[in-house]
């Protein structure tokens, strides 16, 4: 029997730090060691017992979110989620936190509809598990855990890509699509950062809760070359710029004779996640094919995966990150278990590799 995910969480109020327990507990593989009202007291837990992952608020007394998150990285590095209100303003929380080490960061859970809090459970305690696996400094690995069951395809978005009509046609525009979870925010910024700004249309999912995609596409957009913005609905995919889905909800390509645009819409999780990575992949497949280059970047579960496998099945240059560069190795593993990469490259070569296809 696998030894369960043990958790610390590190919030001033008691019925933020009740709901917590209580979503994470629902989990058979999450166990709450101990719960935390500031830094100072979780500080002397951590004395005791090293929790797997923290879940950690930001405003609290005594000493804020981040200023703890800094002092533990530097100290004792441990993988920390933020579990923050302050996304719904977008703020620049969430860059200050992945800049001192956050691994994810999630919205704190409120009362809400049953859908919204099914929603945010799940989302949770896929994040718990996958910092608990995150490639951290003196950290010891978290044992493997089992995927849940019951995930809804992309059969729930749009229909397999079976017929071979205008997406086989060449186009001169060559489309990147790239999908990255855990790590990804940070694995993004570095391959990014290192494409000139002639580079070909690129289009993005990274598993991020609804406004941060907003504020991390800001971020990126002040460094690199390339525009970096949240993909609206119909926006061009062009030469030059990088399209990131909007948190909560799908994008997917289009074609309208030699233009590729795209769409933004609502729809069930699939693959446990929305915006998926398998819907953003098999639009590809369907209205891109040859034309497309498939990257699936580091990363919790299969989201996906079997997407890439249809881009590849529909004349698509397909790569996965390799182990050792991936923060999470679930979904570029997954894939290559599939036969879907047709290449395996570290991070700092997927630049170099997108660059070359944009010449082709």
């Known amino acids: 029997m696998l030894r369960k995910i043990r958790v610390l969480v590190i919030d001033d109020s008691a019925s933020v730090r009740q709901v917590m327990t209580d979503i994470l507990q629902s989990d058979p593989e999450i166990d709450v060691m101990a719960t935390a009202s500031d830094p100072f007291v979780a500080a002397r837990r951590i004395q005791q017992e090293v929790p797997d992952v923290i879940t950690l608020d930001v405003e609290m007394p005594r000493m804020d979110g981040i200023t703890f998150l800094r002092r533990l990285m530097s100290q004792r590095p441990v993988p920390v989620v933020i579990c923050s209100s302050l996304a719904e303003a977008g703020s620049e929380t969430a860059n200050q936190a992945w800049d001192a080490g956050a691994v994810d960061i999630i919205l704190k859970p409120r009362v809400g509809t049953a859908e919204f809090l099914q929603d945010a459970k799940i989302r949770i305690c896929d994040v718990v598990k996958a910092a608990a696996r995150a490639r ?67 289009v993005v999912v990274q598993h991020m809760p609804e406004k941060f995609t907003e504020a991390f596409a800001r971020r990126l957009n002040g460094l690199c070359e390339m525009e970096v913005k949240e993909a609206e609905d119909g926006d061009t995919v062009m030469r030059g710029r990088v399209l990131i889905a909007p948190g909560n909800r799908h994008m997917l390509l289009q074609r309208s004779g030699a233009r590729y645009y795209v769409s933004v819409k609502d729809g069930p999780l699939v693959s446990r996640h929305r915006p998926s990575v398998d819907v953003l992949f098999r639009s590809a497949a ?37 182990e050792a560069t991936s923060v999470v190795f679930g979904m570029p593993r997954e894939a290559i278990a599939l036969g879907a990469a047709g290449k395996i490259l570290p991070l700092d070569q997927l630049a170099a590799e997108i660059i070359r296809a944009g010449s082709r």
Request: proline share 9%.
């Open 286 to 322: 369907t209205h891109v094919g040859p034309n497309a280059v498939g990257i699936l970047m580091t990363g919790m579960g299969d989201d996906g995966a079997r997407g890439l496998l249809e881009m590849k099945g529909a004349g698509a240059h397909t790569i996965a990150q390799d």
């Open 136 to 202: 951290l400094k003196h950290v010891p690995t978290a044992p493997r855990v089992r995927e849940p069951e019951r995930k809804l395809t992309a059969d729930v978005v749009l229909p397999p890509p079976l017929a071979r009509h205008h997406a086989m046609a060449r186009t001169t525009e060559t489309v990147v699509c790239i999908g990255a979870s855990t790590g990804g925010t940070e694995s993004l910024r570095v391959v990014l950062e290192m494409l000139p700004a002639a580079s070909p249309g690129i």
